[in-house]
């Protein structure tokens, strides 16, 4: 029913939409925009990394070979050259990926929520690991998804856990990040992913998987994705991004699966915003052939390493007595556990006084939050920042 409009102009919002809020680690790190706080907040990689110039000759090359296609409108699936590009750099890290299978979003964040129109129904139950990466919460969400935990150890996800989650709940999806977990920077072990796909193999389950650090690992070692396992082809959705390794700003990410839920998930994005740019698209994949980005990566690889060890090591003198702490073989995040009766929710405001913010760990979980855990972001500051921030934290806990 129509009513006039009487004191309040604005016409009603969508009601379940509108109750969800935004994600708390967005205000926090907005609270906390003062130049002179340092952030160990956010997953921002280091903005010295960017290759500004080189970018910016991709830009100007661009223009000059493709002149107004650059600027005309382009396809939903994506820029055929990014599609093959993004399918050889994934074959290369082990996932036999053809152009066809890919299609390019706005981020992964994009892919995420895509992957919620399409693949949740109301009230499908999502399995994660807790604790989560909270923007795929917030966008699966968006289709009133609800979300069960499971089971998780110092190998990620346990298998058996899943098992008895997947009888137990009848999910429609379970969403990993089997590599340098946001939040908790664990990795899953090669045996524990054939027992992950072992599992999923057995059930009619979406695996989700979210890879967007493995790129960025310390050691000589890399990771075959879940997805690769040939009896998952069917039913994995394998999210990647060029944000960590290249630049956030530019946001070019992708999903590839098979193809018809690609077809739903580009007939989805249709609806949502078209395309992704086409410019973007085209300086991205001339950036990625004129440039060879293993090379690119060792120095970032190098400097996020030391960043790393900065971190860890500064943490001992700055956590009380009794803390713990992972150290991640890659990716951006620390996540360290504080000794009773610590709560690092409460102490947030007192770092953000002090002039360092991190993110508190209770804001990544599905159930039964620990608020004596705190993610901490190495990748963003210089090493002598990254002192300067943790001589400031010192006086929170010590
Ligand atoms: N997934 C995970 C686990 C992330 O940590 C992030 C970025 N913080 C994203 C997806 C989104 O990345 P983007 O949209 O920049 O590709």
Not at 101 to 120: A, E, F, R, Y
Request: zero cysteines; aromatic letters at 8%.
């Amino acid at each position: 029913m129509v009513t006039r409009a009487q004191h309040n102009p604005m016409p009603p919002l969508n009601a379940y939409v509108s109750s969800l809020g935004g994600s708390p680690i967005r205000s926090l790190l907005s609270l906390a925009q003062d130049p002179d706080i340092i952030s160990f907040g956010g997953g921002a990689p280091a903005s010295e990394s960017f290759d500004v110039e080189g970018i910016g000759k991709s830009y100007q090359r661009v223009l000059e070979e493709h002149g107004p296609r650059a600027l005309q409108y382009s396809s939903t699936e994506g820029e055929p050259e990014l599609r093959r590009a993004v399918a050889e750099r994934m074959t290369y890290n082990g996932l036999y990926t053809e152009a066809d299978d890919v299609l390019i979003t706005s981020g992964s964040q994009q892919g995420l929520g895509l992957i919620g129109q399409v693949v949740l129904d109301p009230d499908s139950i999502v399995l994660t690991e807790n604790p989560t990466f909270v923007s795929a919460l917030q966008a699966f969400a968006l289709s009133r998804a609800q979300f069960r935990p499971v089971d998780t150890d110092s190998g990620g996800l346990v298998p058996e856990a899943l098992e008895a989650a997947i009888l137990q709940y009848a999910p429609r999806a379970v969403y990993l990040i089997p590599t340098f977990q946001n939040p908790t920077g664990v990795t899953m072990p090669e045996s524990r992913r054939r027992e992950v796909a072992d599992v999923l193999a057995r059930y009619n389950v979406w695996l989700i998987e979210d890879d967007p650090y493995s790129e960025l690992r310390y050691d000589e070692w890399t990771m075959t994705p879940i997805s690769a396992d040939p009896r998952l082809t069917h039913k994995s959705l394998y999210l990647g991004t060029l944000s960590k390794v290249m630049a956030p700003g530019l946001r070019i990410g992708w999903v590839r699966g098979p193809q018809e839920a690609l077809d739903t998930l580009a007939t989805t994005k249709q609806g949502t915003s078209l395309q992704t740019s086409t410019i973007d698209q085209l300086a991205a994949v001339d950036w990625l052939e004129h440039n060879d980005l293993d090379a690119k990566l060792v120095p970032i690889r190098a400097e996020y390493r030391r960043r790393r060890d900065a971190m860890v090591e500064g943490l001992d003198a700055v956590l009380p007595e009794g803390y713990t702490l992972n150290t991640p073989m890659g990716g951006m995040f620390l996540w360290a556990t504080l000794p009773e009766p610590f709560d690092a929710s409460e102490s947030v405001m007192d770092a953000v006084r002090a002039g360092v913010v991190y993110i508190p760990g209770m804001q990544f979980y599905v159930a039964d939050p620990k608020p004596s855990t705190l993610r901490l972001s190495f990748v963003s500051n210089p090493v002598d920042v990254i002192a300067q921030g943790l001589e400031r934290l010192r006086t929170v806990f010590q």
